[in-house]
């Protein structure tokens, strides 16, 4: 079938393409470049730590092996506080208002952000400022669903934190540029160089840009707590890129590396537990 569908992506190639509006497209990244600030990031003396969290899972007859770890690391490679994880066999219900609804990846995200809850605010006690992987404004309610998950209890007390910052490497969030796709599109279509978008506050409490640490790298979400002026972007920007991966605060890929529950090892547990006699789905649903 592959070989009729390239065929076909050929022939409807004009069509597919026409619904890209050129137009907009080109007044959508004008104002993206007129937002955008440059700023070549300075070497910060600040102390950050990264968090993150990663979850697998595994079937058996209707039962979901699962696993779920967050980390809050150091840029040493060492943690700030102690590893939170667990590992468990259930059918994976989540409330949902008034109900139960087995959603096996939604129960494993929220479980994961409240491990991630628990460490940044462990964290923030201990440290000058705390990078979290992820958006707290998506955590905060499910744009798509258009209501609260389990993490909406978790998200005002993260919001009120001036250390806690939140830093995407995805996003499609377009409530800055309003175009058919998310503003991390045009922020990095607009520009090469290290800077920052002009900082959007939104009314629940949090300010989001967008960011570039070094030139040439893909632009970042981040969201931090308060009405963020550029003096203070600038200095969010010194603490992110004072040990970067492309583009990256590296504490964030350690963490991110330091967490991963792979495939791997979810057969490793599983053989652990003497599961692996049992008859049924075996495929790895997560990562």
């Known amino acids: 079938m592959l070989i009729q569908t390239y065929e076909q992506a050929l022939a409807d190639r004009e069509r597919i ?12 990244l004008g104002k993206a470049r ?7 990031p300075q070497n910060g003396n600040s102390t950050v730590a990264g968090i993150d969290s ?3 899972l595994v079937m058996f007859q209707g039962y979901y ?31 949902e208002g008034s109900q139960v609804v087995f959603n096996p990846r939604l129960y494993l995200e929220s479980l994961g952000m409240e491990f991630e809850y628990g460490l940044a605010t462990e964290s923030a006690k201990k440290i000058d400022f705390v990078l ?7 955590r905060f309610y499910d744009r798509r669903l258009k209501k609260p998950i389990r993490f909406y209890e978790f998200a005002r007390d993260l919001m009120a ?15 800055i540029l309003e175009g058919g796709v998310g503003d991390l599109f045009y922020f990095n279509k607009a520009s090469r160089s290290p800077g920052f978008s002009s900082p959007y506050y939104d009314k629940i409490g949090v300010s989001v840009f967008y960011a ?25 920007l010194d603490l992110m890129s004072a040990k970067s991966y492309s583009g990256y605060p590296y504490v964030l890929r350690l963490a991110h590396e330091r967490c991963k529950v792979a495939n791997e090892d979810m057969s490793r547990l599983a053989n652990v537990l003497g599961l692996e006699i049992e008859t049924g789905g075996r495929e790895v649903l997560g990562e």
Do not use: H
Not at 68 to 94: K, Q
Not at 212 to 233: H, W, Y
């Open 54 to 56: 990663s979850w697998n």
């Open 132 to 138: 979290v992987d992820g958006s707290v404004l998506a």
């Open 161 to 175: 934190k001036e250390n806690i910052v939140f830093v995407s490497k995805t996003s499609e969030s377009n409530v």
């Open 34 to 40: 007129s937002m955008w600030n440059a700023y070549a």
């Open 17 to 28: 393409l026409s619904k890209i509006d050129a137009t907009a497209n080109a007044e959508l």
């Open 65 to 95: 092996l699962y696993a779920v770890e967050a980390v809050s690391s150091l840029a040493d490679n060492s943690f700030l506080v102690p590893p939170r994880y667990t590992v468990d066999l259930s059918t994976l219900g989540a409330m």
């Open 212 to 236: 570039r640490l070094a030139e040439f790298t893909p632009c970042i979400k981040v969201e931090v707590s308060g009405d963020v002026d550029n003096q203070r972007a600038e200095r969010l």
